[in-house]
């Protein structure tokens, strides 16, 4: 150690200049950015009115003009800023005469240079702002960054950018094409950001769903969840026999949202499918539906060794009518002393409760009067929670 | 002299209506720009005017200095209000900076604004020299005044902001919140005609304001709900909460505009 | 007489022989320490590079009312919350967040909880059905009210945190879960944040941690923090400096290399599903946040599942620093308990193995080197200066050059998290704030680390004394 002392000295030395290093950098980002908030406050005066000008014109025919005063480069951050968040914020035409003023303030120019001509930080700047600005023109630039951009979180920035720049369905293709090679299962972000896109979504996942590609498919039945056409359905019918699970599950919930009517044969096979999910959903679909036929494959479902499927096809049974009330009190009382049983009759029991205090309501008088009816035959008066109305 | 500066007005006012008639005989339309300033000389006069209609050239701008009531007064022949309201902020740069400025710039374009009549004009040149002292934005003369007032609950400012200033223009008297609270004791303390708010409000969230509002039995407000969520389970939950209507952000703000005319329209 | 001072002779030269040796052990011991902080410093650092751009470049207002966020259920543990339970749920419920639960959990308080809860929300008993997965202590009852659709209640005997947090697994509803104290603040777009960091990598990402931040001195109004300052007491303010240095500096590093050991009980976000199959959180011991990562490391390396455990800085948590010395002390002494017996129970079976990767190869033989047994290098560290100084050994100008190099090389570390919070985050807005930061991060050195590591210390003896009580916690309300 003492011959080491030498050495130790260098390095405390060097440590020293480090740590002075650090301190002034330090400083001097915190004096800058309390700069650049003076600036900025100063200006949101100035600019307040311009601001109110675009705001009040900008549904007008009349294109809007640039500002009457010449603008710095903070102050046209800060225009950018706002012209950013309007055009998120607004639609139709309010868009597009923030996203001509834009132009005309030479901002998307500026941007395209810059993607074309910067370093990588730049460049990402410039993406973010040209997808902001939904400017047309960068998405061949773009996809070219793309295309070489390894996989981080500012892969998705750029794709972002071009489905809000994109043109038609093909840049968004070829996007999608492009962040799939590294694919994570990042679906929900994906269609998130297409749904950003000036086009057509509906038709476009459904284009997705009938390609061969599992992704592309994945893809399709995540954006397709609000989307209930007849075409949709008929598309997510084929997938439910999809070798892929998880399609399998997610074309069943399409489907069943966008029918008004399930054939038997479809009922029973979803009723067979291994996820409880699609049980369920199968389950609440026809109690929506006020399918009563299937008043007999729903007492089977109350069998289900999952629970959440027989408490689905229970509380679905009570939405059938008299007949599936019936069922469900006779399924109960077969079944008593199981499992199963005891909490179908629990809940049988709860029903009559809530509902007891709900009777001003026909549709639920109604069931109230079926169920108590159909409880005392099949278990008998000894219990007298309720009263007969 | 109380009968001094009625006069002054009404000569201002005469000169201004004939101004404005002149262009809205031809079926043109005629932006009037009016501040509270001291005195230009000739040359300052000159300049201003040609700034104002370097923008366009199918604008001819009479610009004159109202000495009894120390207003400047521009008329922009053939301006519609978005170029007015552009002109407008020309001049403010203009007068700013040379400390000429000494109140507000109001803005009116005939016919958008209002009918040029005598006391329209005479309205608007009152509230010009009323605004003498404030330091505050570019205001708009309108003589739409409808009577309904509006309450506008959102934690976005732009989308705020935006609604009030259309619908002021509108003529709607609009009132802000930021959040449910601050919604809710605007609505005991103004009782608005209708009230639009967000679903995604601090403190009280946009569906219990909904059913506090409509607990309210001593005045009915009617409650737009304004919001970017599209899922059918969030409206009917709104509709559900007592929501008369729904518009989804992006914001379209004629939709909004109609939808409130509708409900107003209803006693 | 002879014999005894050659006797003594040859002791005090085994001593010096001895010594000296340790010495060289000793600059081993402490350039590996430093070596490791650097090398996470560093990545921390680089990594905010990307980081800073993944937080500019998203605009998460929009992302809040996406529908294709995934639905999250906030687990609330509430333990004698009786002052602060009615606004933090407000606060929580009014989350810009599309769809989730909140699930408070009461562990059996001995105050009002419940009581205020079922009133505040006009809450009535249900009886939904609830998965088993987990075992708990009793559940007295499960409430709800209609309309408040996304909250739920639990009244359970008391079982502690972990038994708690495992009772609201068993009723919630959404794949994803996310822990949170029931004192603390989260911030209205902290779930977004970590939303998107988790959307990216939806399959492997099993866990995200946020950001805690100390809210003492800040003003809270309506469940926001609205105006940022640097706390005014000592105590809060060494912790504050302590926190940034850990998270900023130390928990961005080791998230880049996948090796992060723990994620604050306050708010963190998983799978449910690995949660479950690990067996939920582990009761009845402080530390079961560690824990839980511990074994999600365990079980997704030894199955050999693609996995990540993440940290998303600007997913912001406010939360009380303890202000005093007494219950500072008894918090710390619980964390070096649970340390030690995280340590014992799943450490020690995975370090230095490389079937755990950089997990085992670098994050517990640090942890356990580094952190469990730094007293005891420390102590001995102690025992020896006293040695060499009475065998007349110590040269002042070694120990002065040793004990600079050493404050230097702590010192820029705190350097670095200063410069990540001033690049990306930026959170307090006043010059004096980033002096008093300066100051707080030069004095931790004359004494709060020392007095941190006796804690852990008196952490160590609890543990073997199987004292095993939370010590005292005293809740005040915000803006102090």
């Given amino acids: 150690m003492y011959i080491n002392i030498e050495v130790a000295i260098k390095f405390l030395y060097a440590l020293l200049v480090l740590n002075v290093g650090f301190a002034v950098a330090v400083y001097a980002m915190k004096i800058r950015k309390l700069g650049r908030v003076r600036t900025e406050r100063r200006f949101e005066v100035k600019l307040k009115d311009y601001l109110t000008y675009i705001l009040v014109h900008i549904e007008g025919n009349e294109p809007l003009n640039a500002p009457p005063f010449a603008l710095n480069k903070a102050e046209r951050q800060a225009i950018q800023e706002r012209l950013n ?30 993607l074309n001509k910067g370093s990588y930080s730049v460049k990402i700047d410039a993406a973010y702002h040209l997808g902001c600005m939904r400017v047309r023109e960068a998405v061949p630039a773009l996809l070219q960054l793309l295309e070489t951009h390894k996989l981080n979180s500012s892969l998705f920035v750029i794709a972002r950018s071009v489905a809000k720049c994109a043109r038609d369905e093909r840049d968004v293709n070829e996007m999608v094409r492009i962040v799939l090679r590294h694919n994570k299962g990042f679906y929900d972000l994906l269609v998130d950001m297409i749904k950003e896109a000036d086009i057509d979504h509906g038709a476009l996942f459904a284009e997705f769903i009938q390609r061969d590609s599992h992704e592309f498919v994945k893809i399709g039945l995540c954006g397709l969840k609000d989307y209930t056409d007849p075409t949709v359905a008929s598309a997510a019918y084929r997938l439910i026999d999809s070798p892929d699970g998880a399609i399998q599950s997610k074309a069943a919930e399409i489907y069943l949202k966008s029918v008004h009517f399930i054939p038997r044969n479809v009922v029973q096979k979803l009723l067979r499918h291994p996820t409880d999910e699609v049980r369920v959903l199968a389950l609440q679909a026809i109690a929506d539906l006020r399918l009563a036929t299937y008043v007999d494959v729903m007492g089977n479902a109350l069998r289900d060794e999952s629970i959440r499927v027989c408490d689905a096809g229970a509380k679905g049974l009570l939405l059938l009518g008299e007949g599936g009330i019936a069922e469900l009190c006779g399924v109960a009382a077969e079944a008593r002393g199981s499992r199963q049983g005891e909490y179908l009759r629990m809940l049988i029991e709860e029903q009559i409760q809530s509902l007891s205090s709900q009777l001003h309501d026909l549709d639920r008088l109604t069931r109230y009067n079926s169920l108590v009816y159909h409880y005392e035959k099949t278990f008998g008066k000894r219990n007298r929670i309720y009263r007969v109305v | 002299m109380a009968i001094v500066i009625r006069n002054g007005i009404q000569e201002t006012t005469l000169r201004l209506l004939q101004y404005v008639h002149a262009a809205t005989a031809r079926s043109a339309s005629c932006g009037v720009i009016l501040a509270p300033c001291a005195k230009l000389n000739s040359k300052t ?143 005991v303390r103004t009782a608005p005609d209708v009230v639009i708010t967000e679903l995604n409000l601090p403190i009280l969230d946009g569906y219990q304001l909904i059913r506090t509002i409509g607990r309210q039995e001593s005045h009915d407000g009617k409650v737009i709900v304004l919001t970017d969520k599209q899922l059918p389970e969030i409206r009917s939950r709104a509709y559900e909460s007592g929501a008369a209507d729904y518009v989804t952000k992006p914001l379209s703000i004629s939709e909004l505009e109609w939808k409130i005319k509708r409900l107003t329209a209803n006693p | 007489m002879r014999m005894l001072e050659y006797y003594l002779q040859q002791a005090a030269n085994f001593m010096r022989e001895f010594l000296l040796g340790y010495g060289y052990f000793a600059m081993y011991y402490a350039l590996a320490i430093t070596f490791v902080y650097f090398l996470i410093f560093g990545l921390s650092i680089r990594h905010t590079f990307p980081l800073q751009r993944g937080i500019r470049y998203n605009r998460v207002r929009k992302l809040s009312g996406s529908e294709h966020l995934p639905p999250v259920s906030l687990l609330v543990p509430a333990y004698n919350e009786e002052l602060m339970i009615k606004e933090n749920v407000r ?172 994620i604050s009980g306050a708010f963190g976000v998983f799978q449910k599903d690995k949660v479950i199959a690990v067996g939920g959180y582990r009761g009845g011991y402080p530390g079961e946040d560690m824990n839980i990562v511990i074994k999600l490391h365990r079980y997704c390396l030894e199955n050999k599942i693609p996995y990540r455990v993440g940290f998303c800085p600007d997913a912001v948590c406010w939360t009380q620093a303890p202000d005093t010395y007494r219950i500072l002390s008894s918090q710390r002494m619980r964390w070096g308990r649970g340390n030690l017996k995280n340590m014992i129970e799943e450490g020690i079976h995975m370090a230095f193995r490389p079937r755990y990767k950089v997990f085992g190869l670098l994050t517990l033989p640090y942890n356990i080197l580094f952190e469990t047994l730094n007293p005891y290098f420390r102590l001995s560290g102690l025992l020896a200066m006293i040695g060499y100084w009475l065998l007349n050994m110590s040269d002042w100008r070694t120990v002065a050059v040793f004990l600079l190099v050493n404050f230097f090389s702590c010192f820029i570390l705190s350097l670095g998290a200063l410069y990540i919070e001033e690049k990306a985050f930026s959170r307090y807005p006043k010059l004096s704030d980033l002096n008093k930061m300066m100051l707080y991060s030069f004095l931790m050195f004359l004494g709060y680390r020392q007095v941190g590591v006796l804690w852990r210390f008196l952490g160590h003896v609890d543990f073997f004394r199987n004292n095993n009580t939370w010590g005292t916690m005293v809740r005040t309300n915000f803006n102090k």
């Fill in chain 2, 45 to 187: 006069l000159e300049l201003a005017k040609g700034l104002l209609g370097k923008n366009d050239d199918s604008v001819s701008v009479r610009l004159f200095h109202d000495d009894p009531n120390q207003v400047l007064c521009a008329v922009l022949d053939g301006g519609t209000l978005a170029s007015t309201h552009y002109a407008s902020l020309v001049l403010k740069d203009f007068l700013q900076p040379q400390h000429l400025l000494q109140g507000q710039l109001i803005v009116s374009g005939f016919p958008e604004s209002a009918k040029p009549t005598e006391s329209a004009i005479a309205a608007f040149l009152q509230q010009a020299i009323q605004s003498r002292g404030n330091d505050e934005a570019i205001q708009f003369f309108t003589a739409a005044h409808a009577e309904t007032s509006v309450l506008i609950a959102d934690p976005d400012d732009l989308v705020r902001e935006f609604i009030k200033i259309r619908l002021e223009l509108k003529g709607y008297r609009v009132y802000e919140a930021k959040d449910g609270q601050e919604a809710y004791d605007a609505f």
């Fill in chain 3, 91 to 262: 606060s929580l419920l009014a989350l810009n967040y599309p769809e989730y639960e909140v699930i408070v959990v009461n562990d059996g308080s001995k105050d009002d909880t419940a009581r205020i809860m079922i009133d505040e929300f006009r809450l009535k008993e249900i009886k939904p059905f609830v998965a088993d997965r987990i075992k708990t202590e009793k559940i007295r009852g499960y409430y709800h009210n209609p309309e408040y659709p996304n909250l739920y209640f639990i009244d359970k005997e008391n079982g502690g945190k972990a038994d708690s947090l495992n009772a609201g697994i068993n009723l919630s509803r959404h794949p994803l879960i996310s822990t949170i104290d029931a004192d603390s603040l989260l911030e209205k777009d902290a779930l977004t944040r970590i939303a998107r960091v988790y959307m990216e990598n939806p399959e492997e990402t099993v866990a995200v941690g946020g950001n805690v931040r100390i809210v003492n001195s800040c003003t809270v109004e309506d469940g926001m923090v609205k105006n940022i300052r640097f706390p005014k007491q000592w105590w809060p303010a060494l912790q504050n400096v302590e926190y940034m240095k850990a998270f900023l500096g130390g928990r961005i590093g080791w998230s880049a290399v996948n090796g992060l050991i723990i």
């Fill in chain 1, 85 to 114: 968040d309007m055009i998120e914020n607004f639609t139709g035409t309010a868009r597009d005469k923030c996203m001509e003023l834009c132009n005309r303030l030479g901002l998307a120019q500026a941007h395209l240079d810059r």
